[in-house]
């Protein structure tokens, strides 16, 4: 039986990661909501572990889904501190727009 990852060709994973990242960076730049935006980071990480797990399979080694649990693992944690800080200024503001955080400098 086949590998599912090897039949697929390899350029297919690098389109889709690209266009996962592009969509995630295009989010982040235009969007105003502090959730989609953090949404949106989750998304430009996850396009690179995609990438990094292709690139394991192709080249037949485990140290790129290795690094890939270790970028999850950061991951999981800026979740947990960015929705702590969104929940901390959303009682402060009342709202998740990026515009509204302004009140909040100095």
């Known amino acids: 039986m086949e590998n599912a990852l090897v039949s697929v060709p ?23 909501n502090v959730i989609v935006i953090l949404m949106c980071i989750e998304l430009m990480l ?17 140290d790129g889904q290795v690094f ?3 970028v ?8 947990a501190v960015g929705l702590a800080l969104i929940v901390s200024i959303y009682r402060n503001v009342a709202s998740t727009d990026i515009d509204s955080m302004k009140k909040l400098k100095w």
């Open 72 to 79: 999850m693992v950061v991951a999981a944690a800026e979740v």
């Open 10 to 32: 390899h350029n297919w994973y690098l389109l889709l990661s690209s266009l996962l990242f592009c969509i995630g960076v295009m989010g982040v730049l235009f969007r105003r």
């Open 68 to 70: 890939v649990f270790f």
């Open 46 to 62: 996850n396009s690179v572990n995609l990438l990094l797990v292709s690139f394991s399979a192709y080249a037949q080694n485990a």
